[in-house]
């Protein structure tokens, strides 16, 4: 607080990323063991979330199939998409509207 009001009334200087790490590291009071699993948690379910972003949208290739209980998008709720779903537009039989990127 005491700092804060000393920079009251001045402009705060930006500060780069090195020295950003720098200031969180020194005000995490953690021990280092502690901070080792937080780090290896993270790490663990961003690898989850990147293999998940992966596989996402339907296999859907035969018509007919798509909005049935075979149906990926269908089953768990989602709009198929155009760029990730391998049913065809017009054919699409998920009661869902379908998403399209719009260019």
Known sequence: YDAWKAHRGRRLRRISEAERREILHRLDSRPAMQKQESFQRQKHELN???????????????????????????KEGLSCNDDSCGCVPGRCGNPLPRYTFDQ
């Open 48 to 74: 989850k979330l990147r293999i998940w972003r992966t596989q996402v949208g339907c296999g859907c290739t035969m018509p007919g199939q798509c909005g049935t209980s075979r149906c990926l998008c269908n």
